[in-house]
């Protein structure tokens, strides 16, 4: 197994567009690969796009998205208050708000929903992302749920366990009102990695995965 290493951001600085359907949702998919990130390379940028919310999920995103980039020195933040379940019927809203971060904004990698994922939002903001960004560096994560939809990516991210503990800790710190759901909790936050590390022989047992479809070396 071969690995990628960003060798001109430890220079540069990372720029990171981070979208995802609902607010709990880039933590979930890909927070531990962000807070390894932000330990290992300078980040330039981090933009943080959430389409939908209400105004307690929104508060909750808010504080989030504080505590996992609190190191980074620049972060934009959206959070949209779209419908949860509603996105395809906002099609041309939603087109809209990515023909406006592509105009304003040109990441080195984008962290986005995974392609078969079965919930419509997340594979509408799937969808739109490959549709807008056309030479980028495009992961997708994965979203533990109901569905039984999670595959057999091909991108790993070993991560130490205190990463995995943190991304842990603000997830139920912060979204307190997910702590009610049957899903949201302790053993599935670290055993989803543990399974992920094990497939990439992770030297710290725990990897989050991506898939990633185009990557010209």
């Given amino acids: 197994m071969q690995s990628l290493t960003f060798l001109d951001a430890k220079n540069e600085g990372l720029k990171i567009l981070c979208l995802g359907a609902h607010c709990d949702d880039i933590e979930i998919g890909c927070g531990g690969t962000l807070l390894k990130f932000i330990e290992e390379y300078e980040i330039d940028l981090v933009n943080w796009v959430v389409f939908t919310s209400n105004k307690t999920r929104k ?66 903001i799937n969808k739109f992302t490959w549709n807008t960004f056309r030479n980028h560096l495009i992961l997708e994560y994965e979203i533990p749920k109901y569905d039984g939809d999670i595959g057999n990516p091909n991108l790993f991210v070993p991560l130490k366990e205190e990463y995995i503990e943190k991304k842990k800790e603000i997830l139920v710190t912060c979204f307190k009102s997910q702590l009610k759901k049957q899903w949201f909790d302790d053993s599935l936050l670290w055993s989803l990695p543990r399974l992920r590390g094990v497939q990439c022989a992770s030297k710290t047992n725990y990897a989050e995965a991506f898939y990633c479809r185009k990557l010209i070396m």
């Fill in 59 to 124: 508060k909750e995103a808010l504080s989030s998205v504080g505590q996992f980039m609190g190191a980074v020195n620049k972060v934009e933040t959206q959070i949209l208050d779209f419908k949860d379940g509603y996105l395809p019927s906002e099609w041309d809203t939603v087109k809209d708000v990515f023909e406006s971060i592509k105009d304003s904004f040109d990441p080195d990698i984008i962290f986005t929903h995974y392609r078969s994922d079965l919930h419509q939002d997340h594979k509408l």
